[in-house]
């Protein structure tokens, strides 16, 4: 089964220093050269930031004060990513880098930049982190100094002291603000997904109406024309394609019909998702069993949601799969506000579905990320295939 895509969170395991040990390893001898180096960091940070400050204070009551101010803070900002990237090499601290601040053409403007940069509190942390260091700094160099050349029994379980210190600082001013920062992130990618997807169903949509109900009703008043002139001089020919009209009539509702149920069905409105994914499954090409088993109806998007993940998976087995069954489940786990909306459809096919595979799939996936959602695809080569998918629980 492919696994969801894991995020390293500051803190975690796979960060932690190996143990000490007495002799000075690969490990000591980072941890020492960067206590050593602290105090040019840290002098180098502190000037700039007690500059920054003092002048930007200074010229507030001025036009320039507060563009000044966050644009030093930006560069606050770098100053930031360069102390996470030393740590992340000395001390194999591994940080997330936080948000990017918004460009000006994004923001809205000067003034939504300017704000967004002056309040910006990941630079705001860099200005604290950068004031403690200086007296830090002085005192890790001092002590690795005094150890390499006194203290050297000991060195390593000294540099480790000291090192997990600054391992604490970094992680507590450094980091993302919180989960929040990271779920921005997030959003902002899965907006332009969400962007991308609607303006393809729209022209997709137009393509549909334009090529199929819109063609066929433009040939069927021409035929009514032509009939209309052919009324008193050749009745049979006017009603024989009187005849042939009525029957382009019956495409083209069937047409509309068709787009419109892939718009929104009415069965799903009406009835919910039990009857709507047993309607998807009359029509696939092998006999799908269908068990819902829902408390209540979702939120009318998530309902929309689960209804065409499905209806595209069951599509895909009836074209890809060469299976002999298939089945849908769709229940719910979990109480509100956690609660999601799980979705499962299997088939006895060939497998070797994927991602990457050119099945539509990986679309679904990008589709569900952008909702918060999760999608697995566990298809090994001969044995058929299963995908679970993962919305959140919203009720209506």
Not at 5 to 30: E, I, M, N, T
Not at 318 to 345: M, N
């Amino acid at each position: 089964m492919t696994a969801p895509f894991q995020v390293s969170h500051p803190g975690s395991d796979d960060d932690r220093p190996p143990p000490v040990r007495p002799a000075l390893g690969a490990v000591a001898w980072k941890e020492t050269i960067h206590l050593l180096v602290n105090l040019p960091f840290a002098l180098v940070g502190f000037v700039y930031t007690v500059t920054m400050v003092a002048v930007t204070g200074g010229l507030s009551v001025t036009a320039i004060g507060l563009p000044l101010l966050a644009a030093g803070l930006l560069a606050s900002r770098q100053l930031g990513r360069l102390e996470r990237a030393r740590a992340r090499v000395m001390l194999g601290v591994r940080v997330e880098e936080p948000t990017p601040l918004p460009r000006r053409r994004r923001a809205g403007g000067f003034f939504p930049w300017l704000w967004a940069g002056v309040k910006d509190p990941v630079a705001w942390r860099t200005v604290l982190y950068e004031l403690v260091r200086l007296p830090w700094g002085v005192l890790t160099f001092t002590v690795a100094l005094v150890g390499l050349l006194v203290l050297w029994p000991v060195l390593p379980y000294v540099t480790r002291a000291l090192s997990n210190v600054d391992r604490l600082m970094v992680r507590a001013l450094l980091s993302p603000s919180d989960e929040l920062e990271r779920r921005i992130a997030e959003l902002e990618s899965d907006r332009g997904v969400v962007v991308d997807t609607a303006a393809a169903d729209l022209r997709r949509i137009e393509r549909d109406l334009h090529d199929g109900a819109q063609a066929r009703l433009v040939a069927l008043a021409m035929g009514l024309g032509l009939a209309k002139e052919k009324l008193l001089e050749d009745p049979d020919a006017a009603a024989a394609m009187v005849d042939e009209a009525h029957g382009e009539v019956k495409l083209a509702l069937q047409e509309l019909r068709d787009l419109a149920r892939g718009i929104h069905p009415a069965v799903l409105t009406d009835r919910g998702l039990d009857a709507a994914l047993s309607s998807v499954a009359s029509r696939c090409l092998v006999p799908v069993k269908v068990l819902v088993d829902l408390p209540e109806r979702p939120a009318a998007a998530i309902e929309g949601i689960a209804y065409f993940t499905v209806s595209e998976l069951l599509q895909n087995v009836s074209k890809h799969a060469g299976a002999r069954c298939a089945g849908v489940e769709v229940w719910r786990t979990g109480a509100e506000p956690a609660g999601r909306l799980l979705i499962r459809v299997s088939d006895d096919g060939r497998g070797g579905a994927g991602l990457d595979g050119g099945s539509g799939l990986a679309g679904l996936a990008e589709r569900l990320r952008a909702v918060d959602g999760v999608f697995l695809v566990d298809s090994p080569e001969g044995k058929g295939t299963v995908v679970t998918a993962e919305l959140p629980w919203r009720s209506r």
